[in-house]
DNA sequence: GTCAATTCACATGAAAGAGACCACGGTCTAGTG
DNA sequence: CTAGACCGTGGTCTCTTTCATGTGAATTGACGA
């Protein structure tokens, strides 16, 4: 692009009316005043939780949803409501939110009780102290003065896969060596089966009260979109229909409401890029497509070399065969690009973990089978349309620096 | 033809190691009075 | 004498390796009809 053609392009971008109000609406960490359809919900945590205005500590709650079904906004809204009053009424109640997906935040033992520490401004160094050094210090902290803490521990079923259960015994059991506080545990989570693997004891002390979140359905969703869409775009801008298939599209995805809103504000965004004055139908396509080829490519961007390298290997197979992939073969082609690279193989084992977390990140479709006296292996496929698979590929060439 | 045993090519689990990062306490060293 | 540099120990955390065990159906081969 010339210089004239940019500062005309920029120039007929000021003078076309944005489609966007308030684009913060549609983001999915936005916070609405009214939740729709979670009345009933918001009401149950509420009564829950209100015995912490008089101090007394409240039943610890584990809530339960598919992605995208409200529950931590509920939660939050709730809590946020209950820390104002007792702010008001002059009560020490204390709430912590984690997300315990959050890398480096609160995935391990260490790692949450350190930062729960740092909660309460207590410096706690990211590693070299024993465990158990941490939770005295916290215990120290708590013990202080007379307090309750709400402690959400949001996607609590990642903290547990990956540190065990013993943190949340550890955190239960501490009520009844603290004298001056109780804490009070939110645990939230969008694995619906995932208590049945968690030790008896923690499970009825944690989830002593039970909520699940239902999915949205298509209905429900056109609501929460039509609410939203009225503070985010102009009026008048989203054409007939666009809410209603957002919506449709959502709840084909089991009624995930950030996604739908995540469908609008892109197809917004694409509908303000090609320079259109409304929202259209095809834009819901295009903005379909562009945050699955944007998710994916930022995924593999961000694979540490190894995985990039089998997922290298497992793309070029691909190319040749155009078929479904089998691990031995993945591996025996890996072998050949690590030596092209210099890169240190590793063990079969640890390949086949990592083709198995590449699976788990969506970005190709294994799944194992037996092929009866050939043996059992990982059936691998790739879900993504060619043209992404070429893409892919090219960046993984320049990540690896193979010409 | 039927049925159980065999067999393959990995999958899956558990445990332990390597190496990076860090805190803490003790010892050494250089600068100061 | 003292502040700061430097070391050794012991801790966490992530990524791997090693060793061991599991698995599901095609194949094989014995058996009976």
Known sequence: MTESKLKGFFESFLDK??????????LSNYTPECISHRDEQIDVVGKILAPALRLDKPSNIFVYGKTGTGKTLTVKYVVDNLKNVALERNKPLKVIYFNCKLKKVADTEYRLIAQLAREFGKEIPA??????????????????EEQLLILILDEIDQ????????????????????????????????DLIFTDNIDPRVKSSLSEE?????????????????QRSQNAFKEGVLSGGVIEKCAAYAAREHGDARRALELLRVAGEVAERTGSETVKIEHIDDAEEKIEKDRMLDVVNTQPKQHQSVL????????????????????????????????????????????????????????????????????????????????????????????
């Open 17 to 26: 009316e944005p489609l966007f109000v308030n684009k913060k609406v549609l």
């Open 127 to 144: 590693t070299g102290l024993p465990t158990e050094e941490v939770y005295k210090t916290f215990f120290k902290i708590l013990e202080e």
């Open 159 to 190: 903290l547990v896969k990956k540190a065990g259960d013993e943190i949340l015994y550890n955190l239960t059991r501490m009520n009844s060596d603290l004298e001056k506080s109780q804490i009070s545990i939110i645990g939230i989570s969008n």
């Open 210 to 226: 039970e909520l699940v979140f239902p999915p949205y359905n298509a209905m429900q969703l056109q609501d929460i979109l039509k």
């Open 312 to 403: 290298y290997s497992i793309l070029s197979i691909y190319e040749n065969k155009k078929n479904i992939v089998f691990t031995g073969e993945v591996y025996d082609v890996y072998k050949k690009i690590c030596n092209k690279i210099g890169l240190r193989p590793l063990t079969q084992r640890r390949v086949s973990d990592i083709i198995a977390e590449l699976d788990m990140l969506g970005i190709i479709n294994a799944r194992t089978i037996s092929k009866g006296r050939y043996g059992r292996t990982r059936e691998i496929a790739l879900t993504m349309p060619d043209s992404n698979i070429v893409n892919i590929k090219k960046i993984l060439e320049e990540g690896l620096n193979l010409s």
